[in-house]
């Protein structure tokens, strides 16, 4: 066994991801700048969400990278353009 533990198989697959993250992204266990940005643009693709209302977004789907100059205009997106 390679020392992850989960409590669903489906989850092992993503093992290698949480290792990239662990090796690439964090700077030595540091929290820098690169993390900051990463976190900040997932809460900021994830957090339109809506089960009742589908024009408010369907959640964490790619959004604020793939609709970059639409996502970026609105005000409580400010300063993600720096980042995408």
């Given at each position: 066994a390679d020392?992850?533990?989960t409590a669903h198989a489906a989850c092992c697959?993503?093992?290698?991801?949480?290792?990239?993250?662990?090796t690439n992204l964090f700077d030595g266990g540091e929290c820098g700048e690169e993390v900051?940005?990463?976190?900040?643009?997932t809460f900021h693709d994830a957090i339109g969400f809506s089960k009742n209302n589908?024009?408010?977004?369907?959640?964490a789907d790619g959004s604020m990278i793939?609709?970059?100059?639409?996502?970026?205009?609105?005000h409580a997106n400010g300063g993600i353009d720096d980042i995408v």
């Open positions: 020392g992850h533990v697959v993503l093992f290698p991801i949480l290792e990239d993250i662990q900051h940005e990463s976190l900040r643009l589908p024009a408010v977004g369907g959640g793939i609709f970059a100059d639409t996502e970026t205009n609105f």
